[in-house]
């Protein structure tokens, strides 16, 4: 019984003191948080989102960090769930006192997040989040590194309907904030493109997809359209193709990662999505970014890396503009951002709803070279 | 056969068994009585593995079974049953006797699927084994009546059927008559005397059924509050004044 | 019409698997009296080792198989034999606690290891297929079912035709006289965790190529695999299996007529009313002991 109680007081005194670690911090440094889903069914994204967020602090830091000093990175993980989201963001804001944060990834989290900018006044980068609400809220501390979903699910319907004929397009989407904002714009377009949708729904967690699939079949779907994260993505391709479905398919960005080859074992293929990073973009800028992240990291570069990296960039270069760190002055500079060089091309934030402004590309999976390959290009 | 030496046993801070000694020679039958509490089950229970003594040891046909796990003593050739009879309820008799014999074949898998010589052999032999034992106690009219079917009377025989199928040198009866009318408690009485005359078998017993205990051991060890107060024939401890007091005590 | 046989085809299968892993439960139920909820564990060891033999070592399917079988075996006996033979004379509460720790720390663990991304593992036993009613049902889906009732009936010939089957039932029934017959209980109950984790191993194998692999496949159907345990009766192995069927195919019906977002809500329900008429479980009346 003695040995349990000294382990027990060693394990208390660790406990206290990597707390003790945390909130030490000196004034040299710019805090910037973090907030990804690192473990949890979005881990795939906290990964390369993370990823990219660190490499964009080390480059900055490297060249003199921001206003003479170097940035902090304090990396939460939120599981993607939205409560979880909420409490690393107060905790990142009380606790390591944060001048500003990127994330959060997964719609519903960032929803959580925003709450709690509003209470303390802190501003905020989504790099991943993609429903509508997000800027429609009023919410005054929030800016967004991608495009919408309203105007990816248009350009896909659209593109469907009129491009490939798609009479009726079954739209497959993730119970959650983001897969119901891409199917609430799908039927908006489809009103507007002459598409009839059909939807069915799927619990974020799920992996069995062959019911939703078989009453889409059913229902006469001559097209189908996946709004949900590439690992359901994959899994429903594969499982389509298992029963011998071959339609026309579409889906967010949410699938735009290498590692949905190998998920999908190939199903992927023909696949065409709007994202915002093309790996194949011709250039420069681009094409060393990649070079560079895969040296470092020795995975292939995905949009959530892409999206990262510009966030963490995005709100060094408002700092900077700034002159300081109150809140209100930084997230001023945000929300005028304009022509910012993203890796996604030319980059501008609405000033009045933190709405992002740029192109969207549309893109084809292509499993025999693992690559998405480049197809069009629209502006908002 | 069997020696108790010196056996403690100490539960938290409760003495429940303290400096016990007991001789069980072989052939006899002995009898372990005592007030409600005084011991005598956590004897068993030490003697048969259950428990490990914190002091003494025992000993059987010279070897040291203290501390050792219960199968293994089973092995050695010590069987019991308890105060709760715990037989399969949906078998019949002779399958609950037959599954008792079945620990010591030793036929493997493929030989029962195919059913080949050896497995067949075995079989056979368990099966005969198992109705002897019944025969023995006087259950051959029961061969395949449910265990739940029987009257608790002929369940109590049967579990010593049982028993008597793994082939005991010492036999520990927990309590054989209890809730036994005249009649059956006197058949266990001849069946006890038989396994003892003719299969050769030690008995040690406990039991509250004083007519019972009396007129059946040979020799009997009283326990109160977890020490031995008297060891002897049956007149002599019908006649001791500890005995006579400790258990008028309790009654009052 | 092909739509309703499909779907009823999908849940027999995935019902199969959930009553696999139901069974490892419910056999430790029985001859412990304790809910192991560290069992979904084996579930998520099973699928990942068979996922790296293959991957990383390179070995046929068949072999991967095996020897994941076996490995996870060794697993569920290495619990037994560190950890839970202490607990066996403590309250099932405290049991249940000790299972959820090892469960978490096992789950943390794996998760260091393996990393939290999903990986698939594509298994076409065959590419055969049958059309019914314009939906293509895969002959996949019979061999999963084949090798699951393969294993079932190893299972039951284990039980009742050999000795050690028929000590680990004794035992199971009643330790103590099981004991006194010359029955070793500490190795059934080692045996017990073992065949335990093995039957959890199976459903990870052959559900893991289905889905995806990764260290969250446990837990999607650890739920699941307990009610169908607790319909079809805890301790009742016949029940568990058909419980798990039950389960699989009020799901796939359930998503499909009903509503595919809130298919578990659906099987949750439908396992309360269940119990409603069946305290107990379906296949298991009040145990009496005379």
Known sequence: MKKTRILASVLALAMASSMLFTSCGGSDVIKIGAIDPLTGAQAVFGQDSINGKKMAVEEINAKGGVLGKKIELISEDDGAQAAQAATVATKLITQDKVVAIAGAHGSSSTLAVMEVLNKYGVPCVTPGSSSPKITSSGCEWISRGIPDDRLQSKILVKYAGETDGVKKLGVLYSNDDYGKGGYDAAVLAGEEYGVEIVGETFMSDDQNFTTQISKLKDAGCDGVMFWCVYSPASLIAKQMR??????????????????AFELSDGAIDGIINTTGFVAADPDEYVQDWIKRYEEKYGIEASQTAAVGYDSIYLIAQAIERAGSTDAKKVQQEIRSTKDFK?????????????????????????????????IASYTA | MLEVNNVGIVFGGLVALDQVNMKVKKGEIHGLIGPNGSGKTTLINVITGFYVPTSGEVKF?????????????????????????????????????????????????????????????????????????????????????????LPYGKRRLLEIARLLATDPQLVLLDEPVAGMNEQESDEVARIVHKMRDVGGRTILLIEHHMKFVMNLCEQLTVLNSGCVIAEGVPEEIQNNQEVIACYLGKRR | MGLFILQIVNGLVIGMLYGLAALGFSMIFKALGYMNFAHADTIMIGAIVYYLLITALNMPFYLAFFLALILTMGYGVFTEKILFVRFRRTSPITFMLVAMSLSTVVKNVTLLLFGPLPHGLSMNYTDAYFMVGGMKISLNNFVILGIALLILLILQLFFTKTKFGLSIRMAQDDPDTASVMGVNVLSTRAATFGISAGLGCVAGMLMGPMFSISTELGTQISLKSFISAVIGGLGNFVGSVCGGLIVGVVESLGATYVSSGYKDVIVYIAGIIVLGFFPYGIFRRVATKH
């Not at chain 2, 003593?73 to 609950?96: C, K, V, Y």
């Not at chain 2, 079945?102 to 059913?115: E, P, Q, R, W």
């Not at chain 2, 052999?121 to 106690?137: C, G, H, M, T």
Request: charged letters at 25%.
């Open chain 1, 242 to 259: 298992d029963m011998g479905w071959d339609v026309k398919r579409y889906a967010s960005p949410g699938i735009n990662n290498p590692q």
């Open chain 1, 342 to 374: 993203s890796l996604k091309g030319m980059l501008t934030i609405n000033s009045e709803t933190g709405e992002y402004e740029c192109e969207v590309r549309l893109t084809k999976a292509n499993s025999a070279t693992k690559t998405f390959d480049y």
């Open chain 2, 61 to 149: 046909n010279g070897n040291v079974i203290s501390g050792k796990s219960p199968h293994l003593i089973s092995h050695a050739g010590l069987g019991r049953t308890f105060q709760n009879i715990n037989l399969f309820p949906e078998m019949s008799a002779l399958e609950n006797v037959v599954t008792a014999r079945c620990v010591h074949t030793n036929y493997n898998m493929l030989d029962a699927v195919f059913k080949t010589k050896p497995f067949k052999e075995q079989e056979a032999e368990a099966r005969d084994k198992a109705i002897s034992q019944l025969e023995f106690v006087g259950l051959q009219d029961d061969l395949n009546t449910k265990a739940k079917n």
